[in-house]
């Protein structure tokens, strides 16, 4: 069984920070690539960053420049560093990961984070 568990959400006014953390825990022998999600009311879910097992980074247009993704391996986290907030970046906000299991390590599966609500709003 293996599960993420998102936090750092929260209510921030516009122009303000907030770091994201996502953990991993389980019968996890390796991971993938680790991924932020994020859906606003009535919107569908959209891809917002990306960060390989190699280090490989991509952001959906709207955020490259504002947001930061990062990886800790040793501790099978990801975090999404938000500066700049704006309000059309409300959303929750989900992490995926590949995750490979200690009995089949050479299929991936993925498992999501039940999400963290960030508000930008003044």
């Known amino acids: 069984q293996v599960q993420l568990v998102e936090s750092g959400g929260g209510l921030v006014q516009p122009g303000g920070s907030l770091r994201l953390s996502c953990v991993a825990s389980g019968s996890i022998f390796s991971i993938g690539a680790m991924d932020w999600y994020r859906q606003a009311p009535g919107k569908e879910r959209e891809l917002v960053a990306t960060i390989s097992s190699g280090g490989s980074i991509n952001y959906v247009d709207s955020v490259k420049g504002r947001f930061i993704i990062s990886r800790d391996n040793v501790k099978k986290a990801v975090y999404l560093e938000m500066n700049s907030l704006k309000p059309e970046d409300t959303a929750v906000y989900y992490c995926?990961?590949?995750?490979?299991?200690?009995?089949?390590?050479?299929?991936?599966?993925?498992?999501w984070g039940k999400g963290t609500l960030v508000t930008v709003s003044s």
């Open positions: 995926k990961m590949v995750v490979y299991s200690t009995r089949l390590r050479l299929t991936g599966v993925d498992y």
